[in-house]
């Protein structure tokens, strides 16, 4: 377990996300959709030197997600809405490295994912809700067998200090992370330090967390 990939998301103040970047996590992402509660509303103080930086979009406009690439010097976009294909490879056209979010509750929500093959560097597949993510519920993740494509993938929704099992025992051949967020909170975009820790030292196989 060692190597997935730690993405840590909805992050807003600088002491906490300074904080949690020294638990060598591997991306932290920050969320840009207004009506969130983990929007990032202001620029922090310190943004991640070590961790990839993400930004979450909700169906934004090509030219704002730009002006926040570079404003924030993101490394991936990740996007949350109803994204077309052909939007997505208009940001690929910019350089842009992206990550599409799919909602699944059911087999017939995979059927999406195979138009967006070569656009992504990564999928995400997180708990459908009336929402664009943040149920903090957990989707079956046996449905994801069902997925042959070959883009890697990051698990997403619902995934807390007790999921550390569930993670162990779930084996896909382009599982490449999870993404965790608010069940690993104190309040909306402000994480606890210590039970991030302690998940990811389980998740680690008992190493420290932290460099």
């Not at 698990?155 to 599982?175: C, D, Q, T, W």
Request: aromatic share 10%.
């Amino acid at each position: 377990m060692a190597s997935l990939i730690i993405k840590v998301c909805g992050m807003t103040e600088a002491e906490n996300i300074r904080n949690v970047e020294q638990l060598d996590v591997d991306m932290i992402g920050f969320i840009f959709y207004p009506k969130s509660p983990r929007c990032l509303c202001e620029m922090p103080a310190y943004l991640p030197v070590h961790a990839k930086r993400v930004g979450v979009f909700v169906n934004e406009n090509k030219d704002d997600i730009l002006m926040y690439t570079d404003r924030f010097a993101l490394d991936y976009i990740q996007l949350h809405g109803n994204e077309s294909p052909e939007y997505c490879r208009s940001l690929c056209n910019n350089g842009l490295h992206l990550i599409k979010a799919f909602s699944i509750a059911h087999p017939k929500d995979l059927a999406a994912v195979s138009a967006y093959k070569g656009l992504c560097d990564y999928y995400l597949f997180d708990t459908k809700t009336p929402q664009y993510g943040g149920s903090g519920n957990q989707f079956d993740w046996n449905l994801l067998l069902r997925y042959t494509g070959m883009t890697p993938f990051l698990l997403s929704g619902g995934i807390n200090p007790y999921s550390v099992k569930a993670i162990r025992e779930f084996h896909h051949p382009k599982l490449a992370g999870i993404d965790i967020n608010s069940r690993f909170e104190t309040a909306p975009g402000k994480k606890d330090v210590e039970r991030i820790g302690k998940f990811l030292q389980e998740i680690r196989g008992g190493e420290p967390a932290g460099k």
